[in-house]
């Protein structure tokens, strides 16, 4: 009989198939942290991967922790994005790629809202679903050494594209945040900016909670999640930047800062559950170091009650660039 799963229900039943014998995995992306929770200390003998490569979302590393180049237990299929995994077990036929945002390796983590169906040994998707497999394996290339090369020139570009930003001058001592971005918009490569009148109120988040989890949420998880959770924004998953400051404005009316990576989107109700990240702390954005928060939030305060036509939480995005110029317009002093 088949089941659908979410939530960790999901992530524990494929960690179960792949801890089982004869594992059949053709999973397009495997991510930091994979072959600890899926694998545990070895992966077994005779389990066969099959992954992607040509897309920089694979991290090369994590292969050679499961045996590549050496062996025969790993090649790989250009363009490939399936997300299947068997064993005597059964099969997970999901959209959960071997990821830390997918299967949720950290409990405390966010990530993305997953579903699969379970199918037992016996059944005929099984059998089916087995020799698809089989056919695609006898025409999959080994991730042997000049593939993984080719995947850490990837995985690096990648990379540097979404989350390398440029070093802040040395010279730069601590300031506020709009001042950084007047004077090194180019320190906030890849992060990008957004306006918003408040997070999402507790009763949003618990019904969130209860759509990912499949159970009502404790009030711990609820003030836990509140800090990271977008209602109204009508964004898939994709539009959401990776990394991004946002710039809100409380119930009470105070201006708040935080930082944000992308996390989790839902439809019913229409909330994204971001990653928040400690202000200035090791898990944060680096250019944050020099930033002080409590100081930038009184000067954006002040700012935006003198320049009423700045705020516009209309669902915008910007990067520092476009947010300098709309400094600019504005009249907010550069200091030069």
């Known amino acids: 009989m088949a089941k659908f799963l979410t939530g960790t229900k999901l992530s524990s039943k494929i960690q179960e198939i792949c801890q089982s014998d004869n594992v059949r995995c053709i999973v397009a992306f495997w991510g930091d942290g994979a072959k600890k929770y899926l694998f545990g200390d070895t992966v077994q003998e005779g389990t066969k991967i099959i ?16 045996g590549a180049p050496d062996g025969e237990k790993i090649r790989h299929v250009p363009g490939l994005h ?7 077990a059964g099969i997970v036929i999901s959209s959960a790629n071997a990821s830390n945002n997918a299967l949720r390796f950290e409990a405390s983590k966010s990530g993305h809202l997953e579903a699969g169906v379970f199918h037992r040994r016996d059944s005929k998707v099984f059998k089916q679903s087995k020799k698809w497999f089989s056919g695609i394996w006898k025409n999959a290339k080994r991730v042997d050494d000049s593939a993984l090369e080719n995947a850490e020139t990837e995985w690096n570009i990648r990379k540097w594209a979404r989350n390398i930003a440029h070093p802040v001058p040395t010279s730069v001592g601590k300031t506020t945040l709009f001042q950084m971005i007047s004077a090194h918009p180019e320190a906030f490569n890849g992060i990008k900016f957004l306006f918003s009148d408040a997070l999402a109120d507790r009763k949003t988040v618990a ?8 159970e009502e949420p404790s009030p711990a998880e609820i003030d836990n999640q509140r ?23 409380s119930r009470g009316g105070n201006i708040e800062l935080g930082a944000y990576c992308r996390g989790m989107v839902i439809d019913n109700p229409d909330i994204h559950f971001a990653n928040p990240l ?48 709309r400094l600019e317009r504005h009249g907010f002093p550069t200091g030069s």
Request: charged fraction near 30%; aromatic fraction near 12%; proline fraction near 4%.
């Open 51 to 66: 992954c992607d490569l040509s897309m920089g979302a694979t991290n090369p590393a994590e292969l050679r922790e499961m």
């Open 82 to 88: 399936s997300k299947v995994y068997m064993s005597d």
């Open 278 to 325: 400690n202000w200035g702390g090791a898990d944060a954005f680096p250019e944050l170091k020099k930033v002080i928060k409590k100081v930038s939030q009184a000067e954006i305060k002040n700012f935006v009650s003198q320049q009423v036509g700045f705020w516009k939480p209309d669902g915008a995005i910007f990067d520092a660039s476009d947010l300098k110029k």
């Open 207 to 214: 019904a969130g909670l209860k759509t990912v989890n499949g």
């Open 227 to 249: 800090k990271g959770a977008f209602e109204g924004w009508e964004w898939s998953l994709e539009k959401w930047p990776e990394r991004f400051i946002c710039i809100y404005r």
